[in-house]
């Protein structure tokens, strides 16, 4: 089963702005993860953070964590064509386990 | 450092025939892996995790199973393939965070 649901599920957008992805769960979480998927490869962590966390920053990442919303969200600033792939949250509550959502398709356009 | 090694990057098999994927990891000992499979334009599903040797748990029924038969090896197998088996398969072991593998594309024709 899917915990997290990534909205939206496609974003297009120009090179030099930001790129908002929210993600929303179901159940409490010992941490939340950011994947980023290039098409047809395997996936790159991007960054965690712990429920007990607000907000992380990671280069041009910023990633914020509400547990009482059971939500967060992925900022890139500036984005670059580069930074066209597949983004994915995923949930490790407790279990050994990260279930994953089902993603949003960045498109960045120069 | 730890590195993560899965093969073969892709496979195509008939409908009825034996799967076996392998994955290793290197540089760590007691890992958590896992195995993940993602259908065309989806998210990841887990189909089975192990935290140990010989421990194996399932997260779906289906026509797949896993094993471990060491430490830093994890086999995902079929004995008869089905269509609906294809899909890309993704190894990871975790510590910190997650570490995937480079993913199977597998297509059963």
Redesign the interface.
Known sequence: S?QGEEDPQALSIQEGENATMNCSYKTSINNL?W?RQNS??????LI?IRSNEREKHSGRLRVTLDTSKKSSSLLITASRAADTASY?C?TDAYG????????TILRVKS | SQTIHQWPATLVQPVGSPLSLECTVEGTSNPNLYWYRQAAGRGLQLLFYSVGIGQISSEVPQNLSASRPQDRQFILSSKKLLLSDSGFYLCAWSDYGYTFGSGTRLTVV
């Open positions: 899917q993860q994947y047809g490869r395997g996936l790159v962590h965690l994915f995923a050994n386990k990260l279930v994953f959502g089902s993603g």
